[in-house]
């Protein structure tokens, strides 16, 4: 067999190729990177999350019957790998009582602020985020899939998706010091003045 | 009521911006090459698996 990524030309292109040889397992190789994305975001730790694609893959092939044709595959895919990530991670919290606290603390500095938004110091805000929250925003904000869609994918209900991700969201902003200060103080300085033109007037 | 359609837009704005280097950074990801281990992996299971 050819392999299947040809030099210099782009994975994505190449895995398309793949999957035409009839087998439908085959399209599981157009979806390995963003299996990897999301199992990097779910992890943070690029060796973690390629065993952790290691193991979807395997599951999924052997699995590939309750694959429902037609449907999507990304989806079925991604949610294979976030079960067994919550899995394996409720595992390592049995073993060694803490899955994330020495990653929080890592990273618990926030990041320098130098006017505009670094996009290692976004990566780093982002690996703060409960792995909920994370893991909402990559479906949702990053994947482009619907609300419905990630909520069938988590067992949550769409509202709790989208609850979550706005928590991320504002979380990031926290973290990235991109709070809306300026308009906030102008805000409240503004509600003061009318509060108190109210308050004189009842002088 | 008027402010609070300024911060509603300026709430959207922020997460547009957010989401957009949610995306760029996923992105630096998604073109990471894929390690050959995975495509060996799939041959792998193709070769010892139950044709279809």
Redesign the interface.
């Known amino acids: 067999m050819t392999p299947r990524r040809a030099e210099g030309a782009p994975p994505d292109a190449t895995d398309k190729t793949a999957a035409k040889s009839g087998d439908p397992r085959d399209e599981i190789a157009v979806h390995l990177s963003a299996m990897r994305a999301f199992a990097v975001s779910l992890t943070r730790d690029p060796v973690a999350a390629d065993d952790l694609v290691q193991d979807t893959i395997v599951k999924a092939w052997t699995n590939f019957a309750s694959f429902r044709p037609g449907t999507n595959l990304r989806a079925w895919l991604f949610t294979i790998l976030r079960n067994h990530f919550y899995t394996m991670r409720r595992k390592l919290r049995h073993e060694t009582g803490d899955a994330d606290g020495a990653f929080a603390a890592r990273l618990a500095e926030k990041p320098a602020h130098d006017g505009r938004l670094a996009l290692r110091d976004f990566a780093q805000a982002f690996a703060q985020l409960p792995v909920e929250q994370r893991e909402a925003l990559i479906l949702v904000g990053a994947s482009g899939f619907t609300y419905e869609d990630a909520a069938r994918m988590t067992c949550v209900p769409a509202g709790t998706v989208k609850s979550r991700a706005n928590r991320g969201r504002r979380r990031l902003a926290e973290l990235l010091g991109l709070e809306e200060d300026e308009e906030m103080e102008l805000t409240d300085r503004a509600t003061r003045a009318v509060m108190s033109g109210h308050g004189r007037s009842g002088l | 009521m008027f ?1 609070a359609m ?2 509603d837009d ?2 959207k704005r ?2 547009q ?3 957009e ?6 992105q ?8 050959e ?3 060996d ?3 792998k ?2 070769d010892q ?1 139950t ?2």
Do not use: A, C, S, W
């Not at chain 2, 280097?21 to 996923?26: E, I, M, Q, S, T």
């Not at chain 2, 630096?28 to 390690?35: I, M, Y």
């Open positions: 402010m300024v911060q300026q709430k922020m997460d911006q957010i989401d280097n949610l995306r760029k950074v996923y630096r990801t998604l073109e990471e090459e894929v390690p281990r995975f495509h992996l799939l041959r299971l193709k698996g044709p279809e």
